[in-house]
C-alpha cells in the first residue's frame, strides 16, 4: 500500500516555469490551490517580464513577478518546480537548466521529459540522478500522454487478466484548431515537405522516439515484461488538398499528419505497441472517426477501452479538457515528488489521487 501524502502543514512553495496554455493551467491551478503557495515564475517571452503572475493568469495580484532570470529562479527558496515550456530540438535541450534546479534543491515536475528516463539510456538516467543527488532533489515528468494514458491507465487494466498477449496504446489529437504556429509547423513538423522527414534519424523522429520510448519501457517495467528492445515504426499522411488550418495553412503534398509508433519487443514479437497521431483534421484519409485515445489488451481476458476528454461548460473559459488535465497531473504529483526520497522519481499505477470537490454546475444539478 503506498502512503497516501497527508495535507501539508505549510503550502508547499511552488515556481511556475513558461505560461503557455499549459504552463498559464498550471499556474491558475497553483493560484486557486489552498495547499500550493507561488513563489516564482519564470517565462520565456519578453512581453510578459515583470508582469505579476496574477496579471498574467487573469488572478488577482499575486505579488511575484515574471523573471526570463535563472538565476532568480536558483537564489529562491521554493519545493519544486513546474517545468512546462516549449519542445525543443534537441529533446535534451532542458536538461540544462532543469539539472541546475535540482542541484539548487528544487524538485522538478515537467510535462515534456523525464517520465522513465531509463528506457532513453541507462546513462542518461544516471546522469540526471547525479543532479538529484547533488541537490537532495526529485525530478518526475508527468501529464497525459506521456503519463498516464500507457503508464498507469494500462497497467492498472491489465490487473484482470489471466494471460496477456499485448497490449496496444493509440492516440488521435486534431491539431487543426490549435493557435501556435511555431507548436504546429516547426514542433509537430506539419506542412513539412515528406523528403525533409528523416523517420529514422532526423530531428522529429529522434526527439518523439525518446519521448514514446518511455511510454513503452515504463509500462513495460511495471508489468514486469522482459523487453529485449523497442523499435520504431514512424509513418506521415500527406495533405490531399491544401488545408486552412488555425495556425496556417498546409500545403497539398506536405505533412498532415504524423504517427509516431514504437513496439516493445518480446519473444521476437510486438508485445507492447505506443501509436501517437497528430492529424491537421479529420478528412484526411483512415481518421474520419476516432476516440481520442484508446486502450486495447489482448489475452484472457481481452479488453478494449475508449476515452474522451469531456471539454469544459464554463462561460468565457477558453481552457480545454487536455490543458486542465495535464494541470490535474501536475498538481497532483507535487506531494508524491517532494515526499520522494532524493533520484528519479516514479508515480505508482494508481496513487492516491486528491481532487477537490466541487458542486455540479446548475444543468447537472438539474439531471440528478
Ligand atoms: N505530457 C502531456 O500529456 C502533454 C500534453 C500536452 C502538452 N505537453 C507539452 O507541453 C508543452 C507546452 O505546451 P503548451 O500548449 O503550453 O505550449 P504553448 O502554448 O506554445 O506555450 C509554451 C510556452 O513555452 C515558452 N516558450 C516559448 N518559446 C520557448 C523557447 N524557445 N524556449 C523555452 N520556452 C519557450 C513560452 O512561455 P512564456 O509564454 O511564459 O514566455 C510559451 O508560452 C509542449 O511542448 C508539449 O510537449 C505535454
Known amino acids: 500500500m503506498n502512503k497516501r501524502p497527508e495535507a501539508p502543514e505549510k503550502p508547499y512553495r511552488v515556481v511556475q516555469w513558461a505560461t503557455g496554455a499549459m504552463g498559464k493551467t498550471c499556474l491558475r491551478a497553483v493560484i ?30 499575486t505579488g511575484v513577478l515574471a523573471t526570463n532570470s535563472l538565476e532568480d529562479i536558483l537564489a529562491l527558496e521554493a519545493d519544486v518546480v513546474l517545468h512546462c515550456p516549449l519542445l525543443q530540438f534537441p529533446y535534451e535541450a532542458h536538461d540544462r537548466e532543469v539539472c541546475r534546479l535540482l542541484e539548487s534543491g528544487k524538485n522538478v515536475i515537467s510535462i515534456n521529459n523525464y517520465f522513465h528516463p531509463r528506457s532513453i539510456s541507462a546513462a542518461y538516467a544516471t546522469e540526471l540522478e547525479a543532479s538529484c543527488h547533488r541537490g537532495g532533489a526529485s525530478l518526475a515528468g508527468t501529464g497525459i500522454n506521456p503519463g498516464l494514458i500507457a503508464e498507469r491507465f494500462a497497467a492498472v487494466a491489465s490487473g484482470l487478466m489471466l494471460e496477456l498477449e499485448s497490449i496496444r496504446c493509440r492516440e488521435v489529437y486534431d491539431c487543426l484548431e490549435m493557435p501556435n504556429a511555431n507548436y504546429v509547423f516547426d514542433v ?21 522516439t525518446a519521448m514514446y520510448r518511455q511510454c513503452v519501457g515504463g509500462l513495460a517495467e511495471r508489468l514486469e515484461i522482459p523487453l529485449t528492445g523497442i523499435e520504431s515504426d514512424h509513418q506521415l499522411v500527406l495533405a490531399p488538398r491544401d488545408i486552412a488550418a488555425r495556425a496556417g495553412t498546409v500545403r497539398e503534398g506536405t505533412v498532415a499528419a504524423t504517427n509516431w509508433q514504437l513496439h ?65 497531473m501536475v498538481t497532483q504529483a507535487i506531494p508524491h515528488v517532494v515526499a520522494a526520497a532524493p533520484g528519479l522519481c516514479e508515480f505508482p499505477a494508481a496513487p492516491h489521487y486528491r481532487p477537490r470537490l466541487r458542486e455540479p454546475t446548475p444543468d447537472r444539478k438539474q439531471q440528478q
Open 188 to 208: 509537430l513538423g506539419m506542412g513539412l515537405p515528406p523528403e525533409q522527414v528523416d523517420l529514422v534519424n532526423g530531428p522529429l523522429a529522434t526527439m518523439f
Open 32 to 61: 486557486d490551490h489552498p495547499d500550493l503557495e507561488l513563489v516564482g515564475l519564470y517565462v520565456h517571452s519578453d512581453r510578459k517580464l515583470g508582469l505579476d503572475a496574477g496579471t498574467i493568469a487573469r488572478r488577482a495580484a
Open 264 to 328: 516493445g519487443i518480446c519473444d521476437g514479437r510486438r508485445v507492447i505497441t505506443h501509436s501517437v497521431n497528430w492529424i491537421m483534421g479529420r478528412e484526411l484519409p483512415g481518421y474520419e472517426d476516432f476516440t481520442h485515445w484508446e486502450i486495447a489488451l489482448r489475452g484472457k481476458p481481452g479488453l478494449d477501452i475508449r476515452m474522451d476528454l469531456v471539454e469544459p461548460d464554463e462561460d468565457g473559459v477558453k481552457t480545454t479538457a487536455a490543458q486542465y488535465g495535464v494541470a490535474g
